[in-house]
């Protein structure tokens, strides 16, 4: 079955320490998004990539890197410098350029402070 | 700017109907979708409108006036396990951003 697929379910991250989602896509679909979700708030875009070897920043992409070198994955860094960074994480695919598809989503991956 | 307002909560009882309003302000339209999504999980779609009128899908309608920047989704003969949050998104002219309302969480109780 194709799909989305974000390990870890959960992640605990130290003061000072990088960690990385991964995003892995058999879709087939050419766009990916990272939204980060709060309680009480909507899904806001960390980062988003219409193709292979490029990226956009979203509306909230401060303290937060990717990469894009295969067309199925989409890692999502978290740095040090996100210095809020307790939230639950959403990774996206959908095919480019047609509207009228929605997003796929991945399960999500749930990330804390120690 | 843009905003999409939906309710914060709402309950209503199984086997009746429940209406989740959206309305939304934003500097370009590409259709209006809906999405649900279970505590802890990820969004499943639901519907999706780009033209003014009602789209019906089984249990589920979505209606879209874009002069008016409005949309609601009706869920009919309501069971427990519509117990969720929905959420209303608009996809930007470009194609590839969507934004997203905070979700209108729907208790449904016997």
């Known amino acids: 079955d194709g799909g989305i697929t974000q390990s870890p379910k959960y992640l605990f991250r130290k003061e000072g320490q990088n960690v990385t989602l991964s995003c892995e896509q058999n879709?087939?679909?050419?766009?990916m998004y990272w939204y980060r979700q709060d309680p009480g708030q909507g899904l806001r875009l960390i980062y988003y990539s219409q193709i292979v070897n490029d990226f956009q920043k979203g509306d909230i992409a401060e303290g937060y890197s990717v990469s894009r070198e295969k067309k199925e994955s989409f890692p999502l860094t978290v740095t040090s410098a996100q210095k809020n960074p307790t939230a639950f994480y959403l990774c996206?695919?959908?095919?480019?350029?047609?509207?009228?598809?929605?997003?796929?989503f991945g399960d999500g991956t749930r990330l804390s402070i120690l | 700017g843009q905003n999409i307002d939906q309710p914060t909560e709402m309950t209503a009882t199984e086997g009746a109907i429940v209406q989740i309003n959206c309305t939304y302000q934003?500097?370009?339209?590409?259709?209006l979708f809906w999405y649900q999504q279970h505590a802890g999980e990820a969004p499943t779609f639901l519907s999706y409108n780009v033209l003014d009128g009602l789209e019906e899908k089984g249990r589920f309608s979505s209606f879209l006036s874009r002069s008016k920047g409005y949309s609601y989704l009706l869920l009919k003969e309501l069971q427990m396990k519509d117990s969720a949050s929905y959420l209303c998104a608009v996809r930007d002219t470009g194609g590839f951003k969507t934004i997203f309302g905070a979700g209108t969480r729907l208790f449904v109780k016997a």
């Open positions: 934003t500097s370009g339209f590409n259709g």
């Open positions: 879709l087939n679909h050419d766009a």
């Open positions: 996206a695919s959908s095919p480019q350029g047609t509207g009228h598809q929605p997003q796929h």
